[in-house]
Nanobody
Framework: QVQLVESGGGLVQPGGSLRLSCSVS????????MAWWRQAPGKERERVGV???????TYADSVKGRFAISRDNALKKVYLQMNNLTPEDTAVYYC????????WGQGTQVTVSS
């Protein structure tokens, strides 16, 4: 019954910024940690960062200092602000809880092109 819908991706130049959104329905959003993952062509899915129920965040070393996760429990949304993007950030980005629901969303494509 859970539904995850990611949006906000697109084509951006290196050094640019994007803000991704994740809309959540069903499940137990308010009692779960949430996270963003990404999957680049030819690579396995990688966890980008985590936001706890209380709002604290942790990030993969590859994005620390550039990305920021936030959440709005009332709106049942999770956000990923991405700054200073590089071509290595090109991937399909997904949101999910921790541990992940079996049903992933479609993700949103982020392409960083020089």
């Amino acid at each position: 019954q859970v539904q995850l819908v990611e949006s906000g991706g697109g084509l951006v130049q290196p050094g640019g910024s994007l803000r991704l959104s994740c809309s959540v329905s069903g499940g137990i959003f308010r009692v779960n940690h949430m996270a963003w993952w990404r999957q680049a062509p030819g690579k396995e899915r990688e966890r980008v960062g985590v936001i706890t129920m209380g709002g604290s965040t942790t990030y993969a070393d590859s994005v620390k200092g550039r990305f920021a996760i936030s959440r709005d429990n009332a709106l049942k949304k999770v956000y990923l602000q991405m700054n200073n993007l590089t071509p290595e950030d090109t991937a399909v980005y997904y949101c999910n809880k921790i541990p992940p629901y079996a049903d992933w969303g479609q993700g949103t494509q982020v392409t960083v092109s020089s």
